[in-house]
């Protein structure tokens, strides 16, 4: 028996539009009537998971809000904290000046602003087209944008989170030097070719969860979980279904239960039309 989905947003969830599909946005509305819990669970800050958590009306139905990769949770219904776990400030500060040497661009937000140390540094080649990356996810999480030359000077509220962008070629060859002094504090990882993020240690999506279902009586077992990247590593192996889209990387598509269709092709309406509908 399904008692609560786990879904990923980009490129699970989202379609390469960056929308929910009139079938699935109806198939995780009827499922909700059902009693069903859904959870979106997301590398992005809850500032730009909270559109999509409106229009799938989890406030009403009570669902969740995992954001950043894990390091909160947020009650959709009630807007109330469930788990957070912040990077200590001393350890924000020297990752963020330890990025300063590399040719990459770090981003931090709070509640209002995304802050950067030049706003018109964004651009990166990504397929051979020039892509601006801080407006990008600026706009993706409804950020205004600020410019503090030493990042480590903005922090003046609690970082779930630091984003690193790149040229995926050179995040690949550095990864280790980006992430290398740090790796007993915190937790760095890729979540798409070209951002590694780092977020406190130990944390990712499926401990945030855990701690949450436990108080709510929801064993894994009765958990359904959607992904494609390697951030979503953690729900796959944590719900008692684990299904990878068909766009997904191939790491999460070796541990999963089963491969559904894309997230262009209503890949999960279709794996939940099996489980849940009738």
Do not use: W
């Amino acid at each position: 028996m399904i008692k609560a989905i786990l879904l990923d947003l980009d490129g699970t969830l989202l379609t390469d539009q960056k929308l929910i599909s009139p079938k699935t946005k109806e198939t995780l509305l009827r499922v909700q009537e059902d009693g069903v819990k859904v959870v979106l669970a997301s590398g992005r800050p809850k500032r730009g998971i909270e559109l999509f958590s409106d229009e799938l009306r989890l406030h009403e139905f009570g669902g969740l809000i995992v954001s950043s990769n894990g390091a909160c949770v947020t009650d959709a219904r009630t807007n109330e904290t469930l788990f957070e776990k912040t990077i200590r400030l001393e350890d924000a500060s020297a990752i963020l000046d330890h990025l300063s040497t590399f040719d990459v661009i770090p981003m931090i937000n709070d509640e209002t602003y995304m802050y950067v140390n030049d706003v018109f540094s964004g651009m990166l080649e990504l397929n051979g087209k020039p892509f601006n990356i801080i407006e990008y996810e600026s706009r993706g999480g409804r950020f205004q944008l600020r410019e503090e030359p030493r990042l480590a000077d903005a922090i003046t509220f609690p970082v779930y989170k630091i984003l690193v962008a790149g040229q995926p070629d050179y995040l690949q060859s550095h990864a280790d030097s980006l992430a290398g002094p740090f790796t007993d504090r915190v937790t760095g990882m890729f979540t798409a070719a070209m951002y590694y993020e780092f977020t406190d240690l130990g944390i990712d999506k499926a401990r945030a969860l855990d701690h949450v279902f436990r108080e709510r009586g929801i064993d894994r077992e009765h958990v359904i979980a959607f992904g494609d990247g390697h951030n979503d590593r953690s729900i796959i192996e944590y719900a008692g279904i684990g299904v990878a889209m068909d766009n997904a990387v191939e790491d999460i598509k070796a541990i999963a239960n089963e491969i559904t269709l894309s997230n262009n092709h209503d890949g999960i309406a279709t794996v939940l039309s099996r489980y849940l509908t009738t």
